[in-house]
């Protein structure tokens, strides 16, 4: 499977599983985001400060959800 489609199947995850947040995000699709090829250098960590942030209080959940698919979005389509 390309990244095209891995990303598309993990935002329809996302979706249809009704996460609340990236924990509850992370159980489901967590395996397929980490399949991801050509993440950008400097994002490379992004996903534990996502966790960090939510934890820590700075990101709500809804927050936090949102910043992990903005992650998943803005890796490349092709590696």
Same mark, same amino acid.
């Given at each position: 499977?390309?990244?095209?489609?891995?990303?598309?199947? +993990? /935002?329809?995850?996302?979706?249809?599983?009704?996460?609340? @947040? %990236?924990?509850?995000?992370?159980? *489901? *699709?967590?395996? @397929?985001?980490?399949? /991801?090829?050509?993440?950008? !250098?400097?994002?490379?960590?992004?996903?534990?400060? +996502?966790?960090?942030?939510?934890?820590?209080? %700075?990101?709500?959940?809804?927050?936090?959800? !949102?910043?992990?698919?903005? !992650?998943?979005?803005? %890796?490349? @389509?092709?590696?």
């Amino acid at each position: 499977m390309n990244n095209f489609k891995r990303k598309e199947y +993990i /935002l329809a995850r996302i979706a249809g599983d009704s996460c609340k @947040d %990236v924990f509850s995000a992370l159980k *489901v *699709v967590g395996v @397929d985001i980490e399949t /991801l090829e050509g993440v950008p !250098f400097g994002q490379r960590n992004k996903i534990t400060q +996502i966790c960090e942030d939510y934890m820590d209080g %700075v990101l709500s959940a809804e927050d936090s959800l !949102f910043e992990l698919i903005e !992650f998943v979005m803005a %890796v490349p @389509d092709k590696p």
